[in-house]
């Protein structure tokens, strides 16, 4: 396993958990952008997807999830697991993603013949 794996299991197949190394998070805040407000000002009149908002939140996933994995890494796992995503509005206009999970060292289970 080379690169750090990142799951919502509580295990993983093939695997077996040989180190519990704790909590490890991320997070990020982000603001709405003054023409991203206008934008979807007018959309809210007539409907439809709010791509400007959509394309903020995944990015604001993408940094809370990296700095999850920095994390992770910084104390020595080579996988996060049971990994939580939550948002949050901080302040007008402004929303938190928080990135969670438990960092762990997996080693490949041994082969039964």
Partial sequence: ?????????ETVPGYVIRKHLGLVQGSSVRAKHFGRDLMASLKNMVGGE???YTELLQETRD??????????????????????????????????????????VLEDLPETA
């Fill in 63 to 104: 940094e809370a999830l990296e700095r999850m994995q920095a994390e992770a890494k910084a104390v020595g796992a080579n996988a996060v697991l049971n990994v939580r995503l939550a948002t949050s509005s901080v302040a007008t206009g402004a929303a938190e993603v928080f990135a969670y999970g438990t960092a762990v």
């Fill in 1 to 9: 396993m080379a690169e750090l794996l990142i799951s919502t299991m």
């Fill in 50 to 52: 709010l791509k400007g």
